[in-house]
């Protein structure tokens, strides 16, 4: 009983996260501008995986006792300590995403859509917070209103579907909820903190004809993309934060979404962060930076790093430097 008390004590530090740089043609250098990233000279970078435990790709540990190791293999070693009430997964995937082109058209199935005709692939909901936008940048979300789904399948076979899509400008700071089933696209100019279920389940619906890694237009997928679609079931765009006031500074509760739940902290002074006991949390630094001091040690976590917390952590304390501000995701308890 004491060894495996002992044994389940082992990953009781934050875990620094190593990105995976994912390159996309609607990609740039941002990551590098804005964040500071380190991407590979001459690559367009559309997408740092900062947390990610899928079949086809893991992000890393940064540092310590289990720098370079990946995800994955943090899970298949520690998988309780990181989920106690069970689970093989890690349970979020949050990228950052630099978009100097649009991208496509597409949606992500829900998890009925998936049950019913598409068994092979996984629900996907996902949150937006905007880190960096330039004047007049947007995003597509949700369909106009009155839009029908025979006018949506007319208008994909056209290709005029983009007429019929609510563009919704956005500025840094806001916060947009895409549940699954949502048609959506990121335009030129954003980038974005996204916060989803672990899936890369998408059905692209219009990407313009641009040509992918192999010279030839990327692959559409519009029969099961007009299965999943929600017509007529475009919630508001942005969220609406509920605001919490402390002397350490401000919470926000942004979404509670099923999967997952998240919250923003701007803090001004030093906060105690107790840790939830039967699930991890993600902290991304979205402002400023950030001492992060447990039991055994502290780090310092800078704009555009990420960090995860085990249940075994049971309590932080976060010092900023500066202001500073955090973005908290925390998977749903079985």
């Not at 039991?295 to 800078?302: D, R, T, V």
């Amino acid at each position: 009983m004491e060894r495996s008390r002992r044994e389940r004590n082992r990953l009781n530090f934050p875990l620094r996260c190593s990105p995976l740089l994912r390159r996309k043609i609607w990609g740039g250098r941002g990551l590098a501008e804005v964040l500071g990233k380190a991407l590979p000279p001459g690559e367009l970078v559309g997408e740092a995986w900062e947390v990610a435990d899928l079949p086809e790709a893991s992000s890393s540990i940064a540092d310590g006792p289990l720098a370079n190791v990946s995800l994955r293999e943090v899970m298949e070693r520690f998988g309780p300590e990181l989920l106690p009430r069970g689970g093989d997964q890690f349970p979020l995937l949050v990228k950052f995403i630099d978009v100097q082109d649009d991208s496509s058209i597409q949606v992500h199935p829900d998890a009925e859509t998936c049950r019913r005709l598409y068994p092979d692939e996984r629900c996907k909901s996902e949150t937006w917070v905007i880190i960096h936008a330039e004047p007049g940048s947007a995003v597509v979300h949700g369909f106009r209103e009155g839009v029908t789904a025979e006018e949506v399948r007319r208008r994909i076979a056209d290709r005029s579907i983009a007429e019929v899509l609510r563009r919704v400008p956005v500025a840094p700071g806001d916060v947009l909820h895409l549940p699954a089933g949502t048609i959506h696209a990121m335009l030129r100019g954003v980038m974005l903190l996204e916060v989803q279920q672990p899936s890369d389940s998408t059905f692209r619906i219009e990407d313009y004809d641009r040509p992918g890694p192999e010279g030839r237009p990327r692959e559409l997928h519009v029969e099961q993309a007009l299965q999943s679609l929600h017509v007529g079931e475009s919630g508001a765009p942005r969220v609406i934060p509920r605001l919490e006031r402390f002397e350490w500074g401000t919470r926000e509760v942004l979404v509670s979404a099923g999967a997952y739940r998240m919250q923003r902290l701007t803090l001004h002074a030093a906060m105690c962060w107790r840790q939830p006991s039967d699930v991890p949390a993600v902290m991304v630094v979205v402002i400023g930076s950030v001492e992060v001091r447990w039991p055994e040690g502290e780090a310092l976590f800078s704009m555009g790093e990420s960090l995860i917390v085990p249940p075994g952590v049971e309590e932080l304390t976060i010092v900023p430097v500066g202001e500073s501000q955090v973005v908290v995701a925390l998977p749903a308890s079985r």
